[in-house]
C-alpha cells in the first residue's frame, strides 16, 4: 500500500450503494464500478447486492475471467481498512437444500419399495394356493 492510496471503511463503502453510485469490496480492494453497470454480463443487481459488504467470496464464486480480473485496475479507488469489516465467522448463511433436478428416479425408488413388498406377497400367495390345490 503506497502513501498515496485512500483507505476506506466499510461504512464510507456502504454508502455507495445505488445505480448512480456503486462500490464494491474485493480482495482488500474498493472498486467503483458505477460505469460498468450496464455492461455487467450478470447485469447490474448482481453488483448492486454486493454492495455493504466484502464481495470477494460473490466475486471468486462466480469464476470469473483474467479479462474480467484486469478490468477491476480500471475502477480500483483505494483500499479497505479491514479493521471495519465484520468477521466471516460472525455470519454464515444458511445452508440450501439440495435440489434434485430429477424427481423421477426419486419416483421410481418410491414405487419399487412399494410394488416389491407386495409382488412378494403376491407370489407367495400364488405359490400357497397353487400347493394346497395339488
Known amino acids: ?7 476506506f471503511t466499510l ?9 448512480k453510485d456503486c462500490w464494491l469490496i474485493i480482495n482488500g480492494k474498493v472498486y ?21 459488504k466484502d464481495a470477494t467470496d460473490d466475486f471468486e464464486d462466480v469464476g470469473h475471467s483474467e479479462n474480467a480480473r484486469d478490468m477491476l485496475k480500471d475502477f480500483y479507488v ?3 481498512d479491514a479493521s471495519t469489516i465484520p468477521s466471516k465467522t460472525t455470519y454464515t448463511p444458511p445452508k440450501q437444500p439440495h435440489y434434485n433436478q430429477d424427481k423421477t428416479s426419486e ?11 407386495i409382488a412378494i406377497l403376491g407370489l407367495a ?10
Do not use: C, W
Open 1 to 7: 500500500m503506497g502513501g498515496d492510496e485512500k483507505v
Open 11 to 19: 461504512a464510507q463503502v456502504s454508502e455507495h450503494n445505488t445505480q
Open 32 to 52: 467503483d464500478v458505477t460505469k460498468f453497470l450496464e455492461d455487467h454480463p450478470g447485469g447490474d443487481d448482481v453488483l448492486l447486492s454486493a454492495t455493504g
Open 78 to 80: 483505494g483500499e479497505i
Open 107 to 117: 419416483f421410481i425408488i418410491k414405487l419399487l419399495q412399494f410394488l416389491v413388498p
Open 125 to 134: 400367495f400364488g405359490i400357497r394356493l397353487y400347493t394346497k390345490s395339488t
